[in-house]
């Protein structure tokens, strides 16, 4: 079984910060993706921000400049850093991770966290 397990979330009032931690464990290889994505009531499920097992980043024009995505490959662990937060980032915020089934294997296995809520009062 592989598990994402992500901490962090809470209620923050506008322009504050909040430090969300994602930890992988089981039986997930060479995880090369990691990202988290939000959800807001009534809404589909966005990008939030995503990076690679090198180091490579991608952010949603929405959170650029105030959010920051950071990855621990050894403990396949991912953070985001969310600085400035608004109203508008409320939503539940789900971790990802993309791998393999194995060392050796070509198998894609991908695994989404239960998600974390953060709320931003307006």
């Known amino acids: 079984q592989v598990q994402l397990v992500e901490s962090g979330g809470g209620l923050v009032q506008a322009g504050g910060s909040l430090r969300l931690s994602c930890a992988a464990s089981?039986?997930?290889?060479?995880?090369?993706?990691m990202g988290w994505y939000r959800q807001a009531p009534g809404t589909q499920r966005e990008l939030v921000a995503t990076?690679?097992?090198?180091?490579?980043?991608n952010y949603a024009d929405s959170v650029k400049g105030r959010f920051t995505i950071s990855r621990d490959n050894g403990k396949n662990t991912v953070y985001l850093q969310m600085n400035s937060l608004k109203p508008e980032d409320t939503a539940v915020y789900y971790c990802?991770?993309?791998?393999?089934?194995?060392?050796?294997?070509?198998?894609?296995?991908?695994?989404w966290g239960q998600g974390t809520l953060v709320t931003v009062p307006s």
């Open positions: 990076i690679t097992s090198g180091g490579g980043t």
């Open positions: 089981g039986r997930i290889f060479n995880i090369n993706t």
């Open positions: 990802n991770a993309v791998g393999r089934t194995s060392t050796t294997s070509l198998t894609r296995l991908e695994v």
